[in-house]
């Protein structure tokens, strides 16, 4: 990832937040690499909205309890949620996650968690598909 972003270390201090490189981009494949190596599952799945005007984007979709769940990731503690707002209205009843650096939290059927918290949130998906078999 590093290599493909032409990442310059040198450009970068310890004091920086390193989930904020490349606009977020570092964060969310942390993200992704912490679902795939929970879950039993080798693929990665996200929800998009191709619609004049109205595009929309989810980072991640899981399965828990046997309900998708998208899966927002915001690397910094601003900005907004379009995309997810866009997925709950047109999936009603759905619950989802924002991973990010916030204070966890619940806000109507969204749920904040902790960046390192997503392991553990594919890992309870994990186990429901294992059960499965």
Same mark, same amino acid.
Request: hydrophobic share 30%; no cysteine; charged share 35%.
């Given at each position: 990832m590093q290599h493909a972003l032409g990442? &310059?270390?040198?450009?970068?201090? !310890? &004091?920086d937040d390193l989930t904020t490189v490349h606009e977020g981009a570092l964060?969310? *494949?942390f993200v992704g690499q912490e679902l795939l190596a929970a879950t039993a599952s080798r693929n990665l799945y996200y929800w998009t909205r191709e619609k004049q005007g109205s595009d929309a984007e989810v980072d991640y979709l899981i399965v828990q309890a046997g309900k998708i769940v998208p899966i927002e990731v915001?690397?910094?503690?601003?900005?907004? !949620?379009?995309?997810?707002? @866009?997925?709950?209205?047109?999936?009603? &009843?759905?619950?989802a996650v924002v991973l990010s650096q916030v204070l966890p939290r619940r806000e109507g059927p969204i749920r904040w968690m902790a960046l390192y918290q997503?392991? *553990?949130?594919?890992?309870?998906? @994990?186990?429901? !598909? &294992?059960?499965?078999?």
């Open positions: 990442f &310059d270390w040198s450009a970068v201090s !310890l &004091d964060a969310e *494949q915001k690397s910094g503690t601003k900005g907004t !949620l379009k995309s997810l707002a @866009r997925y709950l209205e047109e999936h009603i &009843d759905s619950e997503s392991a *553990q949130l594919a890992g309870a998906g @994990r186990d429901e !598909l &294992d059960s499965e078999d």
